[in-house]
């Protein structure tokens, strides 16, 4: 049976019907139809940009499908609706198109060097296998490839970035011939620099930005995701390891210190800003609520974080939000999140691929 909402519909605000009709909506009148949900704020659905699916708690991989089943959902209950995977050590494509689950924008595994990354994470690899494992992990994703672009050198004793420039260059050429988007992991100053010269997609973190390449990444319409969350755990992973590493410890903290100003210039500069907890690993999921609080914290409009957390965020990932043919994912919220974000906290109404959630 086709569902009647009634309520001012994001972006424009106005107070309409719209109905939905199995997977699909749309602004001609069904007759029959039953009113699901009258009065509130109506968006299409959050999205986390950044999450990982395959990768449990205490950063080892998921072993059963049923693992990035049951995280999914955590995030579906909190309104997320849409998921960018960025990168997973399990795949589980099956889910891609399954009734109750998140719309779903995979990487395949990260592409690493060796030794360099989160153990049994990424795919480990040296420079000159790099785009032919980009390739291989193109086909293993939905549209996303994802490269470390820097970690910690312990030889250095401090970030230092993965391969060269002609090495990450190519990196991203393979990931485009092979029809996938690039997202890269990066928190260094070097490491933030070749990636984005090299043409990648979208920057993961991105604490090393400096005003020449936000403005870079503006002309090219590079995306950020700042990953708000992640970065406040940067003390953490300072103090656990300064006994070895002093430099690269203080490196955490300054990054982390400056980083709120980073967003916010980037935001100034027309950077596209997209919001990911980064849940999986050491963070958990159903937190992009308060990933949005963070931002505002550092100064983005709570009107344009509702639009980079809910129907940009569709757009750029290819999930057509409340507009006729668009995708029956929906959540209520009781007052205006572009007046107040804290009630994205707790919607009021869900339905994801035209089923009621809530
Ligand atoms: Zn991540």
């Given at each position: ?48 940009a950044h ?33 960018r995977?960025a990168g ?17 924008a995979?990487a395949g595994?990260h592409v690493a060097p ?8 990424g795919?480990?690899?040296?420079a000159?296998?790099v785009a032919?494992t980009v390739t291989?992990q193109a086909?293993?994703g939905?549209g996303w490839v994802k490269l470390v672009g820097d970690w ?9 970035p993965s391969w060269d420039a002609a090495t990450m260059t190519a990196a991203v050429e393979a990931a485009h011939a092979a029809g996938a988007r690039a997202a890269v992991h990066t928190f260094s100053e070097d490491g933030v620099e070749i990636m984005v010269r090299a043409g990648v997609d979208s920057v993961e973190h991105g604490t090393g930005l400096s005003?020449d390449l936000i403005d870079e990444m503006a002309r090219q319409g590079t995306a950020l995701v700042p990953t ?38 980037a935001?100034?500069?027309?950077v596209p800003i997209y919001?990911g ?39 750029w990932l ?41």
């Open positions: 049976m086709a569902l009647h909402v009634r309520g001012a519909i994001l972006p424009e605000g106005d107070v309409r019907d719209l109905w939905l009709v199995g997977d699909r909506v749309t602004f001609e009148p069904v007759g029959g139809a039953e009113t699901i949900s009258d009065g509130g704020f109506v968006v299409p659905g959050l999205v986390d999450c990982h699916l395959g990768i449990a708690y205490g950063a080892k991989p998921i072993e059963r499908v049923d693992q990035a089943r049951e995280l999914a959902v955590i995030d579906r209950d909190a309104g997320v609706l849409a998921l995977d997973s050590p399990f795949p589980y494509p099956e889910l891609d198109d399954e009734a109750g689950i998140p719309r779903l995979r595994r060796p030794r360099r990354y989160l153990r049994d994470i795919v480990e690899v040296a000159e296998e032919a291989a086909k293993a939905n910690i050198d312990r030889g250095v004793g401090d970030l230092a005003l708000m969350i992640n970065i406040r755990t940067f003390g953490k992973i300072a103090e656990q390891a300064r006994e070895k590493f002093a430099g690269y410890a203080d490196h955490m903290i300054a990054l982390r210190d400056r980083f709120p100003g980073v967003v916010r210039a935001y100034e500069a027309g919001l907890t980064d849940a999986g690993g050491g963070i958990q999921h159903g937190l992009q609520a308060e990933e949005m609080l963070i931002l505002q914290e550092a100064g983005l409009p709570a009107a344009e974080i509702i639009a980079a957390a809910s129907w940009k965020a569709r757009e290819g999930f057509p939000g409340l507009v006729e043919g668009g995708l029956a994912d929906l959540v209520v919220y009781e007052a205006d999140p572009r007046a107040d974000l804290r009630v994205v906290r707790a919607p009021k109404r869900i339905v994801l691929r035209g089923e009621v959630i809530r």
